[in-house]
Structure formats: C-alpha cells, structure tokens
C-alpha cells in the first residue's frame, strides 16, 4: 500500500529536517570546536590523554560497571516474582516499580542525600545506590517481562529429569534468561554512563563522570575546547554501547518457547511465599526509603516539622532570580511545548520505521538517546550563539532540546505498536472501500491511541525531570524545577536544602500525576 | 505387584475440587491410558504423579515407596509433555543428555546413552542439530528420548500426540506402542482419544469431571460400558431404556439385510468399518457397524436384527 508522495515526504522530511536542525547541527558545532584549533584541524589529543581525562574515564566505565553488577543483582527477585507468581497487588508492584525510573535525577539524588547520614552522602556509595534506585526498573521490566514470556513447563521438564533447584538455575534460568539480561545490563550501564544530575549532585568535586567533567570545563573553567574534546569522547564511547545494547536487545527480542499469558504465573508454594515477601521487601526498602527521607527533609524546618519550606516556595529569595513557585509554571509550559514537539517528530518518525524498521531514519531518531543531554545543551549553547541561529535566550530552545531527549522514547513506545497492528485489519478496510489515508485515519490512528497517551505521559515526565541539557539553556530568570533545585543545593544552609527537598516533593507530585493521568485516559480510549 | 500406586488422591484449587478420590494401579511393564475429556482432571492426576502438584489428599506409591513430599527432582519418573518443552538453549543431543548429566553419570557413558536413544527413536544423526530446526514429529520424538534416557521407573505421557496431525501421528503411536512394549516400561499415558487409548492402553481408565469412572481393558470396557456417559464418550450413541433402565445395543450386534422394517439414513466409511445409521418404523434410530464389501445406499429400506450378547445394561 503506498501512500501519497506528499504525505510520505511530510512524514521522512519533517523529522529529518529537525534532527539535522537540533541535533547534527549542534553536534557538528562541538566537533568543530574540538577537532580545530587556530583555524586548522588538530586532533585534541592533549587533553583526551591526560592524566585528569584518563582518571575520569577510568572511573567513568568503573562506576557504570559496578552499577550495573548491582542493579542487575537487585533487580533480580522482583523480576523474579513479578514474572513467575501470581499474587494480590502484583499489577500494582509491577506498576509502582517503573515509578524510580520516570523520577527526575536531582529528586532522587536529593532523596539520597536527605537519607544518607551526612558523613556518607557525598561520594562514591550514594552515586551507586542512586543508579541501583533508577535502573531497576529497567531489570525488572526487561528480565521479567522476557521471563514472563518463557514456558514455565520448561522448569518443570527440567525438575522431572532430575534437575534440582539449584542446578535448574545454572542450566536453565541463567541460560535462558542471557538474552534479557546482557540486554537490561546493557541498558543500565548506558544509563549510568551518561549519568549526570546524579553524579553532580552526589558525586562531590572529586567525583566525576564524562558527562559531569564536560559540564565543569564548559561552565566553571570555561575552558570551551576540552569540553569539546571530552563530548567527542563521551560521543564514541556511547555510541560503541548503543550499538551493542541494541544488538543485544534485538536478541531478547528473539522468540523463546512461549507460554500463554495466564498459564506462566502461578500461585507461589510456602516457600516461595518466603522469597516474595524478602523481594517485595527489599524492594520497597530500596525505592521507598529515600523517598520517605526526602518528604521528611522537606517537613523537618528549624522550628520542627511544619510547612515553612513549602510556603517559602511563594517568597523571593536571594538563591533565584524569581520566586520558586515560577519554576513550577516554567518547568509544567516547557515540558508541554516539548512534549507537543516529541509527538509530533517522534510520531511520523515511528509511522516511517514502523513499516520499515532498521532503515536510517530509525537509527537517526535514536541518535539523540545515545549522545547525552549534557553534550546536547552544550551543542545548543556553542552551536546557536551567531546570527541567523542566535537562539540563545529565546525561550523555545529550552523545550526543543527537551524533545530531542523525549523523542526516542515516543518512537520506541509508538513503532512497535503501530507494527503490531495486524496487516489484515488494513486489508480488510481497503476492501471494504477505505483509501490509504482513511485506513491510517480509521484503523492505525486509534489503535495507537493508547500507546500514543502513554508515550505522551512519559514523555511529559522526561521533559520535566530533564536536566543535562536544560542546565545550560534555562535562563536565570525563567529556571525550570531541576535547575531551581541544583540552584538551592549548591548553596549552603538548612534553608536551602529544604526548599530544595520541598520543591522536589512538588516536582515529584507533579511527575506522578502527568504519567498517572496519561496511562489513566491511555487506557480509557485505548479500550477498544 | 504394580509398579505405580495412586490411592485416593483429591485436588483442589481454591476450593473447586479437581480431583476427586482418583485411584489407579499401573503393573510393571503395563500401559495404562488415562482417558476423559479436557478438563477433566486427567492433567491433574498426571502431575500429581510426578510431584509437580502437591495433592489435597492421598498417596502415590512408586516401587513400593511413597512418593509423598518428595520434590520432583527426586521421583524418578519421565514426563513427556503435549508439546514437547524443549530447551530451546540446548541442541538435540544437550536435550537427550540433560537427565543423564543430573544424574552425574561419566561423560562417555552419556555419550553411549544419548546415541542409543537418537537411534531408538529413529534420529540417529540429529544430535548437534538445534531443537528450533525439527519438525513437531521429530521434536516429539526427542522429547521421548529426553524423558527415556535417565531410565525412569514410570514413564508419564500428557497427550504426546495431540499437536501433530494425521498420519504422522499414526506412525508416532505405532512406534509408541512398539517401544512401550520392547522396552517394557511402565506407562501412564493420558489422553483424549479413544482410538489412541484402545490402541496403546494394556488397560484404560476413564475420568469424568475429576473422578475416575471405570478402569479396564479396552474389550472389558466396549463390552461393558459403565453408565450412559461413558458409552457414548466412547462412541456409542444406541442408548435406549428397556424395562425402566438404561441399556446400550452395540452397533456390531445389529446386522442388516435386504428387506423392511427400517430405512438406512446415512452411510459413512471408517477404512474397513462402515457405519450406517437406520431408522425403524417406530421411529428407532441405530448405529450400525459392519465390515460387508457391499453396503446399502441410504434411503433403502432394510430389515434388522440385534445379537442379544450386544445389549448391555448400564447403571443409573
């Protein structure tokens, strides 16, 4: 079936022109800056290999390596009981577990911060155990959804041949479940590679991350060149991981034996009771701890517990060019404008990929997920400071970086469910009279509504807890919540610390709701 | 002294009985097919027997030991599954030897074993081959040798056949039956079939909404169907009342021949087996199964008679 050419030039073109705009342009921009010197090519080589970028590097890869290892390790029980028991609440873990995941990195960095005892909460400790807090999410949802799918009858034949259980999980569960596990574990080293708010704010001065030495030589040392050198770096590590992780996750996706949906969960034995309730257990601790430490932060004022942080957010105050409050309305109208962006671009790029997957365009959509928000908002910065794209302090390019950074996740969530739609449905309209444009309007559209909602919702909760990029582009008298709370933490005093804690609280609320609300209207209209 | 003992086991999930009061003894080297409807509990039964089901009440008895509380990996007995459960990870031979490598048996002799079974069920050279690569008959065909290899006391089978079709499955149950008996292996073998139950079973329990209703050779059972229910499942659709009580005519006691009393209303042939279906004057309707060459047309009138050794009372 083909469509109009005009249509299909709108759907390549319009995502196209704006990735080469916003992306590759800025992207070009820190090459040229970093590659060249004095108006001549130089490779950058003094600083890649200098003693302070191999030591960040170095612990770059470490911290992302030992995250992983423990993330995985933790993730492991829940994914556990989520794909394999059946038990009350269990819709609702599953539920609940993707919550860390959607939270902005400052709010669980500062959760972290008002949970940890003062003497351990700056550090390598408090960085691991944020990353674990993020990623297990990814874990649970990747080894579980796959273990899920996996014949459970396969655990039975294996028992019945004499396997016991603990050799069914060396010569069965581990090797089964490789797949999803290389590809979680390749996601969350990803993830805490390009760690950023997490690092800045946990890490302390000695503690950095590409991404977090990136930031500090292109805004403390202005030293524009080997920020550009360190970008180009981080760009080639990240994407050596994104081609492997995608590899990796287009393996998991390969079709393992299948068991119908209702016959892989059963009702779990005494003992697996005992196993349930320590992995629900352990992870409640682990997800709901710093969260219960950052409310009380937020409570705890010098006068006792009380609201007085909160209603501090209505004040001006010396740590921001406008009250707090203004934060919340910035950070709600920027995440809207890129959210409204992320849909539309990543949308027609999905209905492109859909019917033809791993063409250049589904490639070039993810780029944005790879190259970091950090290396993003310094491209904005160097790329867009000379007329006729002197976009610095213009409003807009604080939601479009914001969309780049959303715009992969709508196409990952949307590509796939708009080639789920069985073909035959389509055949079936056209013969009933249905032109290719109706087909798309009648019969894709609104199977895609629900996906379409929930992409919306996530990408509204990534916009608003984006960070990275939005750090260089926020101007100081418009700052969206993240920038307003790295701003109140990076100064000193009780008072500080607990604006900051109340505004995550607020950001955290305002976070839950959006995606809340998108899964609750998805799944309305998606009830077809 | 049967080999496997199951007495009076009961199952029940969150109330709703499964399995009611279930008893049956299957003696060494013997064949016992499980027989009943889906549903109704046959699955049940089987994985009580292998340990993957912990039973409300009762006991299974294997050799003389009772199997109660011990986990499946310590029964000793082979499951084969409807459809097969491979190790997707692991290569035809990989699959074979899995049993053999629990048990911690010397790789050679792993080696010997998983060659022997490959050429038992006639795949001598698939063993580097992946499972994903075989047909349903020969994927079949290694989960037979993967659940024969370890030599297990009993040999478990839920519904072996019922995914492939037609005469592959003919020939898998031939040579089912063929190795049950050169192997003699102790054999439940569940299913829904009644051709493959009289077939393969020595002797064929039937069960019906969890209860087992009658036990015994196939002739044993054609002769003397229990109760209504249990005739027709097994094919038998002449079920009449005489003198208040429920009888069936077997259709191979009614003969016909030229003549009248009754019209033949349809004919269809099983291989060598033709059944009509007449109907009298009084309007009686009967199954009929003959193995004449020639047969009557339907619409032809006929004339009837029925073997009184055909007719058998059946309980309430």
Known sequence: ?528 | MPMLRVEGVSVSFVGTPALTDASVEIGTGETLALLGPSGCGKTTLLRVIAGLQTPTRGRVMLDERDLGGLAPHLRHVGLMFQDNVLFPHRDVAGNVAFGLRMEGRPRREIERRVKELLELVGLPDAGHRAVQTLSGGEQQRVALARALAPEPAALLLDEPLGALDGPLRERLLDDLRALFDRLGLTVLYVTHDVGEAFELGHRVAVMKSGRIVQAGTPDELWAHPADAWTARFLGMRNIETANGRPIVVRPEAVRVSPGSGARVVSVERRGAVVWLRIRSDEGRELDVATTSIDHPRPGTSVAYEIDPRGIVELDN
């Open chain 1, 1 to 528: 079936m083909r469509r109009p050419a005009a249509a299909r030039i709108a759907a390549v073109g319009v995502p196209a022109a704006f990735l080469a705009l916003f992306f590759l342009y800025p992207l070009g921009a820190i090459l040229e800056r970093g590659l060249t010197q004095a108006g001549g090519l130089r490779f950058p080589g003094d600083v890649l290999f200098s003693h302070d970028t191999v030591e960040i590097a170095w612990f770059t890869v470490w911290q992302a390596t030992v995250s992983t290892v423990l993330t995985v390790l933790a993730g492991m029980p829940l994914a556990w009981a989520t794909a394999r028991l059946r038990f009350r609440g269990g819709r609702l873990v599953r539920a609940l577990v993707v919550v860390p995941f959607v939270l902005p990195t400052v709010v669980v960095a500062t959760a972290f911060l008002a949970l940890l005892p003062s003497r351990f909460d700056r550090g390598v400790v408090p960085i691991l155990l944020a990353h674990v807090f993020f990623n297990v999410a990814v874990v649970v949802r990747v080894v579980g959804g796959y273990w899920a799918r996996l014949d459970p009858r396969l655990w039975d034949a294996a028992a019945i041949l004499g396997a016991s259980p603990l050799r069914r999980f060396r010569e069965l569960t581990l090797p089964a479940l490789r797949p999803a596990l290389a590809a979680a574990a390749a996601l969350t080293f990803l993830f805490c590679f390009t760690s950023f708010g997490v690092v800045v704010i946990l890490g302390g001065p000695t503690r950095l991350t590409l991404e977090a030495a990136i930031y500090d030589a292109a805004t403390a040392a202005f030293d524009l060149r080997t920020a550009a050198a360190l970008a180009i770096l981080q760009l080639v590590a990240v994407a050596a991981i994104v081609a492997v992780s995608s590899r990796l996750e287009a393996r998991a996706g390969l079709v393992a034996p299948l068991a119908a949906e209702e016959t892989s969960s059963r009702r779990p034995s005494r003992r697996e009771r005992l196993g349930l309730g320590a992995a629900l257990g352990g992870s409640a601790l682990l997800i709901g701890a710093p969260l219960v430490a950052l409310v009380r932060s937020s409570l705890d004022t010098p006068n006792g517990a009380g609201l007085a942080f909160y209603r501090a957010l209505g004040h001006d105050t010396p740590s921001l060019l406008v009250a707090p409050w203004h934060a919340v309305l910035n950070s709600l109208g920027y995440a809207a404008v890129a959210t409204a962006i992320a849909l539309v671009t990543g949308g027609l790029a999905a209905a492109v990929i859909a019917h033809r997957p791993a063409g250049w365009l589904d490639v070039a959509v993810m780029l944005p997920l790879g190259a970091s928000a950090v290396m993003l908002g310094y491209g904005f910065v160097i790329g867009f400071d000379t007329a006729p794209l002197d976009l610095r302090g213009s409003l807009w390019i604080v939601p479009v970086a914001q969309s780049l950074v959303c715009a992969p996740f709508v196409v990952r969530l949307l590509a796939p469910a708009l080639r789920a739609v069985d073909p035959r449905l389509r055949e079936a309209a056209a013969t009933l009279g249905a032109s290719s444009s109706r087909i798309r309007r009648e019969i894709d559209l609104p199977l895609a509504l629900r996906p379409l909602g929930i992409a919306a919702g996530l990408a509204f909760a990534i916009a608003l807890g984006e960070f990275g990029a939005t750090v260089f582009l926020a101007r100081s008298d418009h700052p969206t919540l993240p920038v307003a709370i790295f701003r109140f933490l990076s100064r000193p005093g009780a008072e500080n610390q607990g604006t900051a804690a109340a505004l995550c609280v607020v950001l955290m609320a305002v976070t839950a709701t959006a995606v809340l609300t998108a899964e609750r209207l998805a799944a309305r209209r998606g009830a077809l």
